[in-house]
C-alpha cells in the first residue's frame, strides 16, 4: 500500500510492505513504489515513511536504497511486540523507516531523530526532525 499527499513544497507518503508477502512480491511491491517516487520527484522532494516489514540488511531494503535515502536511525529497534526493551526477542528490530528521494536527499537535513518506546502499537513511534533546505541556500 502507497500513500501520497501533496504539498506546496514537497511530496510526503507512506507506504506498507506486506509482511506475508512473499520476497518476490515485495519486490514487485518496491518497483512500483520506484516508479511513483521518480516521476514525484521531478518536480519536489519525497519523503516516504511508514512499516516495511524488512530490516536494513534485507533485498527489499537494498532495491529501494537505489531510488530512496533512509534518514531515519536503522540501528533503532521500532518494532516492540509489546514487549519491554529488556525481554525484546533478538529478532525484533528496525522495520518502520523514514526516506526521502535520491535526488533531494542533499537538501534534507536531519536536525534531530529518535524512536519513542510506547506500547500503544507493537511498533514504536519514528519521529525525525528535517529540514528541507531551498534551492538557493
Known amino acids: 500500500m502507497l500513500l501520497l499527499c501533496e504539498y506546496a513544497d514537497l511530496w510526503f507518503g507512506a507506504m506498507h510492505l506486506d509482511l506475508r508477502a512473499n520476497l518476490e512480491n515485495q519486490l514487485k511491491s518496491v518497483e512500483i513504489v520506484r516508479g511513483v517516487v521518480e516521476e514525484k520527484a ?6 516516504l515513511t511508514g512499516d516495511w516489514n524488512n530490516e536494513p540488511d ?7 536504497r537505489e531510488f530512496m535515502t533512509i534518514v531515519s536511525d536503522t540501528r533503532s529497534r521500532t518494532y516492540n511486540g509489546f ?12 522495520i518502520d523507516y523514514i526516506a526521502v528521494d535520491k535526488a533531494h536527499a542533499g537538501k534534507a537535513a536531519i536536525s534531530g531523530q ?3 518506546y510506547d506500547f500503544a502499537s507493537d ?3 519514528v519521529m525525525a526532525t528535517i529540514v528541507l533546505q531551498g534551492e538557493n541556500e
Do not use: I, Q, W, Y
Open 114 to 116: 529518535t524512536v519513542k
Open 123 to 125: 511498533h514504536n513511534p
Open 42 to 47: 521531478k518536480t519536489k522532494p519525497v519523503f
Open 83 to 94: 514487549k519491554p526493551r529488556e525481554n525484546a526477542p533478538s529478532d525484533e528490530g528496525c
Open 58 to 64: 534485507s533485498a527489499p531494503l537494498a532495491k529501494l
